[in-house]
């Protein structure tokens, strides 16, 4: 069974650091993009920044661009988030997401981890 796995919320002050860190296990033949979404509470979810799997252009939100890092190892099959110069307005929980073809399919899937709360105080 595939899944994936998060790990690194939780509360820091503003202007600190967080590493959000992501695995996905199970019988696992090939994964595509891999990337991290976040909902703060009352608002929906929404794309953080994504990577495929060349690891080429990253893609980021406008929000978070220049402050978090996202980065893959593909023969680990993780992702990692760093976040720095955290703002309240980052507080949420963070998901992971992931296509990935499991070996027992036939095609690529849509995966969610089970998200990881994010808390930023001012």
């Known amino acids: 069974q595939v899944q994936l796995v998060e790990s690194g919320g939780g509360l820091v002050q503003a202007g600190g650091s967080l590493r959000l860190s992501c695995a996905a296990s199970g019988s696992i033949f090939r994964i595509n993009t891999m990337g991290w979404y976040r909902q703060a509470p009352g608002k929906q979810r929404e794309l953080v920044a994504t990577?495929?799997?060349?690891?080429?252009?990253?893609n980021y939100a406008d929000s978070v661009k220049g402050r978090f890092t996202i980065s893959r190892d593909n023969a680990k099959n993780t992702v990692v988030l760093q976040m720095n110069s955290l703002k309240p307005e980052d507080t949420g929980v963070y998901y992971c997401?992931?296509?990935?073809?499991?070996?027992?399919?036939?095609?690529?899937?849509?995966?969610w981890g089970q998200g990881t709360q994010v808390t930023v105080s001012s």
């Open positions: 997401n992931a296509d990935i073809w499991p070996r027992s399919a036939s095609a690529y899937q849509e995966y």
């Open positions: 990577t495929s799997r060349s690891r080429s252009s990253p």
